[in-house]
């Protein structure tokens, strides 16, 4: 089982520049998320998508946008990189247990924008 | 606005020292509260939920535990291997909040 595939593992960008970061997963999960996480900040959710088709804001969207492509994939797009978007991002599913999402996490791209 | 607080921020201990791990938390109605290990380079894999206040739960040295302000994970007689970044979330009002997390090294 691959679970969350995420790629690249590692990206260096110039200022200005753009890119995509993808994400896949195959456990049928509904809900998809990218957080971020920076050393002393913990994991701060950028977006999510509750659904195939929908997409909303999380603590930090500035700079970001997203698009669910379909059930499996949630790709996350710098438009004009910035050096505050430097940081270890996280694509995750969840899955419903009880009345909470339980996240499964893939295993991060480190971007550096120089 | 849900909170979490995980303390200490590094913990080194000698294999076999038992020790444990904090958070505190301040949430409108808990939904649920995880506990992740996460290595370095990897992203957090899941170890607990715990959903209600005066419940436990136990996998391997790792038992985790829950009251209406926090919860503890402790570690009992730990291992090298169980080095690594533990992580607190909690489920309240809105999306899960991460606690910042707590290296803990433990040395042989």
């Known amino acids: 089982n691959a679970g969350v595939t995420q790629t690249p593992k590692f990206q260096v960008l110039k200022t200005g520049q753009s890119m995509t970061l993808q994400c896949a997963q195959d456990?049928?999960?509904?809900?998809m998320y990218w957080y971020r996480q920076d050393p002393g900040m913990g994991l701060r959710l950028i977006y999510y998508s509750a659904s195939e088709g929908t997409t909303d804001k999380g603590e930090v969207p500035n700079g970001y946008n997203v698009s669910r492509l379909n059930k499996r994939e949630f790709s996350l797009r710098l438009e004009s990189a910035a050096p505050s978007q430097t940081s270890v991002y996280f694509c995750?599913?969840?899955?419903?247990?009880?009345?909470?999402?339980?996240?499964?996490f893939g295993s991060g791209t480190q971007l550096s924008v120089l | 606005e849900d909170q979490v607080t995980q303390s200490p921020e590094a913990l080194r201990l000698q294999e076999g020292e038992s020790s444990s791990l904090n958070c505190s938390y301040t949430v409108s109605g808990l939904r649920g509260l995880f506990w992740y290990r996460q290595d370095p380079g990897k992203g957090p894999e899941f170890l607990f939920t715990l959903y209600s206040a005066g419940e436990e739960k136990e996998k391997e040295r790792l038992k985790a535990t829950l009251t209406k302000k926090e919860s503890f994970l402790h570690i009992t007689a730990p291992k090298p291997e169980d080095s690594a970044t533990y992580l607190c979330?909690?489920?309240?009002?809105?999306?899960?909040?991460f606690g910042k997390g707590m290296k803990l090294t433990v040395n042989p």
């Open positions: 979330a909690v489920g309240g009002s809105e999306k899960l909040v």
């Open positions: 456990m049928n999960h509904n809900s």
């Open positions: 995750a599913s969840s899955l419903l247990e009880g009345r909470v999402e339980k996240l499964f």
